[in-house]
C-alpha cells in the first residue's frame, strides 16, 4: 500500500512556471520508478517525465528543455519544476510510482496556463 499526495498546481500566465510536488508514504520499499503524467480533456494520458530508482530520467519530447523531474530520496518525493509554461500544458498532472509489477497513482492537481 503506497499513498501518493500531490501539491503545487495552480493558476499561472504563459510564460510562467510552477514546481510540483509528489509526497510518497506507506509501503515505499522497492519503488522502482516514479513520475509525473497528465491528462488533459479529450486526450489520452501522457507521460511528462520520469525518474528510476538509479537515477535516470526521461521527458516527453514537447517538455524537454521546459520541465525537469528531481527527487528527494529522504524525503521519499519528487518534484517536477514546470517553465515557460504553454496554455497547451493545461491538464491534471498525476503523479505515478511503480514497484515491481503494481503501479500506484496520486488523485492529481490541476494545473491552467493562461494565455
Known amino acids: 500500500q503506497v499513498q501518493l499526495v500531490e501539491s503545487g498546481g495552480g493558476l499561472v500566465q504563459a510564460g510562467g512556471s510552477l514546481r510540483l510536488s509528489c509526497a510518497a508514504s506507506?509501503?515505499?520499499?522497492?519503488?522502482?520508478?516514479m513520475g509525473w503524467y497528465r491528462q488533459a480533456p479529450g486526450l489520452q494520458r501522457e507521460l511528462v517525465a520520469g525518474i528510476t530508482n538509479g537515477g535516470s530520467t526521461n521527458y516527453a519530447e514537447s517538455m524537454k528543455g521546459r520541465f525537469t523531474i528531481s527527487r528527494d530520496t529522504a524525503k521519499n518525493t519528487v518534484y517536477l519544476q514546470m517553465n515557460s509554461l504553454r496554455p497547451e500544458d493545461t491538464a491534471v498532472y498525476l503523479c505515478n510510482a511503480r514497484l515491481g509489477v503494481v503501479t500506484y497513482w496520486g488523485q492529481g492537481t490541476q494545473v491552467t496556463v493562461s494565455s
Open positions: 506507506g509501503s515505499i520499499f522497492n519503488i522502482n520508478f
